[in-house]
């Protein structure tokens, strides 16, 4: 299972040691928690056992924190999303992974934090599926919404990308 304290922990060292190497500007970021009140929303669904409600509004949530470029938020809330998707169906995972994919913003550190996340829920997607990834033959290259079609050349050159990206984004070279 993926350890999103670890995650966590890993993105917010590039997001402290971005500005000092002279590679970004988080100034225009917000680090503000302005989200508690969402957070207690969703903890409340979880006890209740309202795993779809919490995930759906985990999904909500994390909309709204990526374009409002929150750090916090979007960390915040892809944690329950990674909690509550095997609640919510079989499908689930296929359906974060593309919807995460889709996800972009105007920032290179939000894009970082989002593209680690990404690699990581890809990378589980990866290890849960892998004799019947094995089986599929290597052809053209899948879109994000046949990613349960896809070889493991273009699962593992994906997971590089994803990482390579995160910690140079392609607008700071």
Known sequence: MINIRYVTIFFVLIIWA???AGQNNVTNLNWNQTYASEFKQIEDLEERG???SAYTKAA???D???SERSIPGIIGSIDPLIRNMYHVDDDALTSLLEKI???QSSHSVVNAVVNSYLAELLTGYYERNRYRISQVTEGNPLPWSNVNRWSASQIEKTIDSLYTKSVQPEELK
């Open 60 to 62: 909500e949530l994390l």
């Open 18 to 20: 971005a500005p000092a």
């Open 101 to 103: 994919a889709t996800l």
């Open 50 to 52: 309202q795993n779809r």
């Open 64 to 66: 709204r924190a990526i």
